[in-house]
């Protein structure tokens, strides 16, 4: 009886044990998957800054792609890919116009561009030099900053025009145009008929003639972007830069009718001095040859014989006959 009784508590102690030992296992088991999932919650929430963080980037870099050129970092590159045409208007003073003028050609030169327009007129102190100067694009800056140290500059005007957006549709159109040349052409070497071949060959025509005009307008912004424009005017000590302005009323109508009037005088005058000599000379004995002429014509002619009496063998005409009076009824 004993024994049975150890055996039953020898039993229920190693249930007891064993279900002591399952249940920890269980817990081990949960307690695992637990610390799984804030692992992978906490590496996914680690990854999603992340991407933020990349979101975040593009955007800035929109951000830079819209700054001003003023901008630092990313802005300058993203500024130098834009295709801009500069611009730039100037007026300086100075002592020695030539000498201005041969400074400004050397320093355009030394920068790589040329002089693209030479207006001038030399009267000392009053003499007027107006360039117009192509530099590349990256040396705009510096060739303006090196134009106004030749003297006292007085007005300086730079403008900006942007046409990335006009070059990247030049570029799409051309790629396009092409595309439809080379299928008219394939179309053109499959042509059966007569017909066929007369109206590929204009469809050809015409789009070829539409891609060489948008290639032309490429190669003419390329032109602009590529060397910017600066127009420069050199004055002398006494050099005017009023600038005439229109007036109207009756005194300016009376002062530009008399000035015409004395340019039509002077013309007239002109030509009259220009053709007296000749009239002199031609004139002249013309008018007395005319006259000579004249009164030669104008004599009377000597009075010739009268008629002469009817001689005795002269033959008498007979009077004209009567005619006989009707007598009446």
Do not use: H
Request: glycine share 14%; charged share 25%.
């Amino acid at each position: 009886m004993d024994g049975r009784r150890i055996r039953g508590m020898a039993l229920m102690a190693v249930g007891l044990v064993a279900a002591l030992g399952v249940g920890a296992c269980g817990a081990d088991r949960d307690s695992g998957g637990d610390s799984a999932a804030p692992a992978a919650d906490g590496g996914a929430g680690r990854e999603q800054p992340a991407e933020g963080g990349a979101d975040n980037g593009q955007v800035a870099g929109g951000g830079r792609d819209r700054a001003a050129p003023g901008g630092t970092g990313g802005a300058d590159l993203r500024v130098d890919q834009r295709s801009i045409i500069y611009t730039g208007t100037m007026q300086v003073r100075v002592d020695d116009v030539e000498a201005a003028t041969r400074e400004a050609t050397t320093a355009v030169t030394a920068a790589g561009g040329f002089v693209g327009g030479d207006r001038r007129s030399s009267r000392a102190a009053e003499a007027r030099a107006v360039l117009t100067l192509r530099v590349p694009a990256d040396k705009f800056a510096g060739v303006v900053d090196q134009l106004a140290r030749l003297g006292r500059q007085e007005r300086r005007e730079i403008r900006t025009e942007d046409v990335t957006e006009q070059v990247v549709d030049l570029d799409a159109r051309i790629a396009t145009q092409r595309a439809r040349v080379e299928s008219a052409r394939k179309l053109l070497a499959q042509a059966t008929s007569v017909d066929q071949l007369v109206a590929l060959e204009n469809e050809v025509g015409s789009r070829q003639a539409d891609l060489a005009a948008l290639e032309a307008r490429k190669r003419r912004l390329a032109d602009l972007t590529a060397l910017s424009t600066i127009t420069v005017t050199f004055l002398g000590q006494d050099a005017s830069t009023a600038e005439e302005e229109a007036d109207l009323g009756f005194l300016s109508g009376l002062g530009g009718g008399w000035a015409a009037f004395v340019a039509s005088a002077r013309i007239a005058l002109t030509v009259l001095g220009a053709v007296l000599p000749f009239a002199v000379v031609i004139g002249v004995p013309l008018w007395l040859l005319i006259l000579w002429r004249r009164r030669r014509t104008g004599r009377t002619p000597p009075p010739g014989p009268g008629p002469l009496p009817p001689g005795p063998g002269a033959p008498v005409s007979a009077p004209p006959p009567v005619p006989a009076a009707r007598s009446g009824p």
